[in-house]
């Protein structure tokens, strides 16, 4: 898998959890004081987060880092 290709998964992952939990793109960017333009970026897959950010997201979604980053574990 190259590396857009992964970013779109981690991205649609995101979105699906993000959907799950039941909180809207606001949600998110309110809790964590972000920029919403970047964090649709990510859910896009059009941008590559730092790990601390990837880290901040788990916890506002309530998952675990390991988790969210690996595509062979379904949320």
Same mark, same amino acid.
């Given at each position: 898998?190259?590396?857009?290709?992964?970013?779109?998964?981690?991205?649609?992952?995101?979105?699906?959890?993000?959907?799950?939990?039941?909180?809207?793109?606001?949600?998110?960017?309110?809790?964590?004081?972000?920029?919403?333009? #970047? #964090?649709?970026?990510?859910?896009?897959?059009?941008?590559?987060?730092?790990?601390? #950010?990837?880290?901040?997201?788990?916890?506002?979604?309530?998952?675990?880092?390991?988790?969210?980053?690996?595509?062979?574990?379904?949320?």
């Amino acid at each position: 898998m190259d590396n857009k290709e992964f970013l779109k998964k981690i991205g649609l992952k995101l979105k699906v959890i993000r959907s799950l939990r039941g909180m809207s793109q606001d949600d998110i960017v309110n809790k964590l004081d972000i920029d919403k333009s #970047y #964090y649709s970026k990510v859910e896009r897959g059009l941008t590559n987060p730092t790990l601390l #950010y990837m880290k901040n997201l788990a916890e506002v979604l309530d998952v675990n880092l390991e988790d969210l980053i690996n595509l062979n574990i379904n949320i």
